[in-house]
T-cell receptor, first 116, second 112 residues
Framework: DAGITQSPRHKVTETGTPVTLRCHQTENHRYMYWYRQDPGHGLRLIHYSYGVKDTDKGEVSDGYSVSRSKTEDFLLTLESATSSQTSVYFC???????????????FGQGTRLTVV | RKEVEQDPGPFNVPEGATVAFNCTYSNSASQSFFWYRQDCRKEPKLLMSVYSSGNEDGRFTAQLNRASQYISLLIRDSKLSDSATYLCVVSDYGGATNKLIFGTGTLLAVQP
């Protein structure tokens, strides 16, 4: 299995509190992603990173920020959690192959976040 | 229009059946394509990459049609253990960036 871990695995928090989810990889892969998964919506990209301090928004980035200060860690922060951010969050990593073509993505086990 | 679209199903098929899933994508510049499998409450896992020439892995065959911008997955001789959600994934990369866009998934239920 790819070396990717998410923490925490489960979290319950109150509306209005800040929350940070951590994704840690040991593969030295270039790309890292944060997705959320909700019934009927599949996996939706929140933010992704293509290098240290290089990030870009996905389709559902409002209310989320990210940081990547070193290759192995990608943090997702909910500045002020809302009930609509209750979801399962997945981190993924992918590398580069021949001619810098991206390789397939590997996923962490997910973080189940409940905002009450 | 969504960037990647799949029929959500569910597809209910008997053991031994052949089932096909299709996926369409909107960005004609997309470069790489994959099928993932996701079991209930688990993380998605790579099933197979999709190459322009088509590729096969045991009972699974993937095809890419760039002109029509769709990807297909064929599963032959379905097993109970094939029951899962199948996700189509499109990679849009250029320069330094690489976005992986997922379809909403197609649920397969193989019945005994």
């Amino acid at each position: 299995d790819a070396g990717i871990t998410q923490s925490p695995r489960h979290k319950v928090t109150e509306t209005g509190t800040p929350v940070t989810l951590r994704c840690h990889q040991t593969e030295n892969h270039r790309y890292m992603y944060w997705y959320r998964q909700d019934p009927g919506h599949g996996l939706r990209l929140i933010h992704y990173s293509y290098g240290v301090k290089d990030t870009d928004k996905g389709e559902v980035s409002d209310g989320y920020s990210v940081s990547r200060s070193k290759t192995e860690d990608f943090l997702l922060t909910l500045e002020s959690a809302t009930s609509s951010q209750t979801s399962v969050y997945f981190c993924a990593i992918s590398g580069t192959g021949p001619r810098t073509r991206p390789t397939e993505a590997f996923f962490g086990q997910g973080t189940r976040l409940t905002v009450v | 229009r969504k960037e990647v679209e799949q029929d959500p199903g569910p597809f209910n098929v008997p053991e031994g059946a052949t089932v096909a899933f299709n996926c369409t994508y909107s960005n004609s510049a997309s470069q790489s394509f994959f099928w993932y499998r996701q079991d209930c409450r688990k993380e998605p896992k790579l099933l197979m990459s999709v190459y322009s020439s088509g590729n096969e892995d045991g009972r699974f065959t993937a095809q890419l049609n760039r002109a029509s911008q769709y990807i297909s997955l064929l599963i032959r001789d379905s097993k109970l253990s094939d029951s899962a959600t199948y996700l189509c994934v499109v990679s849009d990369y250029g320069g330094a960036t690489n976005k992986l866009i997922f379809g909403t998934g197609t649920l397969l239920a193989v019945q005994p």
